[in-house]
């Protein structure tokens, strides 16, 4: 079994930079993918970015792209998601997920999940 653990978020004022980790323990392979989450209050969930195991691939979201970069220490078992030139709209719940395929976009196709953490954009 692999355990997520997603940490970092908190309330920051429109502008600012947040970074987000995401620590992954339990059994974990290499050639697993990580990707990360939004969920709105009463939205579904949104992909933000994924990373592939050897970090030479990733991928953002459109509306974010640009303020985002996703990278990963995995002699920590970790990813990070740093954020900048945060607005109001990013306000959600960011969750990471793994799965052992590529860094692909869709939720429905990553098996192992994190609880989350919140992120609050003060305007």
């Known amino acids: 079994q692999v355990q997520l653990v997603e940490s970092g978020g908190g309330l920051v004022q429109a502008g600012g930079s947040l970074r987000l980790s995401c620590a992954a323990s339990g059994r974990t392979y290499r050639g697993h993918a990580t990707g990360w989450f939004l969920q709105a209050p009463g939205k579904e969930r949104e992909f933000v970015a994924a990373?592939?195991?050897?970090?030479?691939?990733?991928d953002y979201a459109d509306s974010m792209k640009g303020r985002l970069t996703i990278s990963r220490d995995n002699a920590k078992n970790t990813v990070y998601l740093h954020m900048n030139s945060l607005k109001s709209e990013d306000t959600a719940v960011y969750y990471c997920?793994?799965?052992?395929?590529?860094?692909?976009?869709?939720?429905?196709?990553?098996?192992?999940w994190g609880q989350g953490t919140q992120v609050t954009v003060s305007s």
């Open positions: 990373i592939a195991w050897s970090g030479g691939i990733t």
């Open positions: 997920a793994t799965r052992s395929g590529a860094p692909i976009s869709d939720p429905s196709l990553y098996p192992h």
